[in-house]
T-cell receptor, first 113, second 118 residues
């Protein structure tokens, strides 16, 4: 079974502090991992994906298959980072299978001035 | 606005009534997904389509729920005999068909349709 766990419902930090939002997954195959973000009064949108190994808005995430984790990190949090963050997993695509994303419960990040 | 569009944005109904939500995806997107989200939870997968074919339906989905995408464009999600437990935000998302490159199939979400069952 595919499962995504985000252990923290709320993470509160001060501006300029480092941030790490935790994500652990359960999947027997080779997963594709994503982070989605929802800012206040906006729709859910992609933040970054593990395959791209990119940094978006200062955020990075490394897939650790040994620990089955995909934690989201930012060295210096900004107030505009305050939002709901969802980790998501997709089973590796095989013809006409996979496709759906399985989401975690979400972590609310609050960055205080 | 060429994003994913959902209607109605809000629906209040009495228990036992039927409701229907509509989703208009981004025009060139082959795949269309329905999710349900309740307070404090992440989006829960309901079903998805590739063009007009419904490829997967959640085993948790009651048979009171049915979704269609008759011409491979817009989709409808109908809930029959609504129950108070159906109260949630219903999210629609679309994506282009992946080109074989893992991880590139970004989902584009609509703003959702909020259902309240009294």
């Amino acid at each position: 079974a595919q499962r995504v766990t985000q252990p923290e419902k709320l993470l509160s930090v001060f501006k300029g502090a480092p941030v790490e939002l935790k994500c652990n997954y359960s999947y027997s195959g080779s997963p594709e991992l994503f982070w989605y973000v929802q800012y206040s009064r906006q729709r859910l949108q992609l933040l970054l994906r593990h395959i791209s190994r990119e940094s978006i808005k200062g955020f990075t995430a490394d897939l650790n298959k040994g620990e089955t984790s995909f934690h989201l990190k930012k060295p210096f949090a900004q107030e505009e980072d305050s939002a709901m963050y969802y980790c998501a997993l997709r089973a590796k695509m095989i013809y006409n299978q996979g496709g759906k994303l399985i989401f975690g419960q979400g972590t609310e990040l609050s960055v205080k001035p | 606005d060429t994003g994913v569009s959902q209607n109605p944005r809000h629906k209040i109904t009495k228990r036992g009534q039927n409701v229907t939500f509509r989703c208009d995806p981004i025009s060139e997107h082959n795949r269309l997904y329905w999710y349900r989200q309740t307070l404090g939870q992440g989006p829960e997968f309901l079903t998805y389509f590739q063009n007009e074919a419904q490829l997967e339906k959640s085993r948790l989905l009651s048979d009171r729920f049915s979704a269609e995408r008759p011409k491979g464009s817009f989709s409808t999600l109908e809930i029959q005999r609504t129950e108070q437990g159906d109260s949630a935000m219903y999210l629609c998302a679309s994506s282009p068909l992946q080109t074989g490159i893992p991880g590139t199939g970004e989902l584009f979400f609509g703003e959702g349709s909020r259902l309240t069952v009294l």
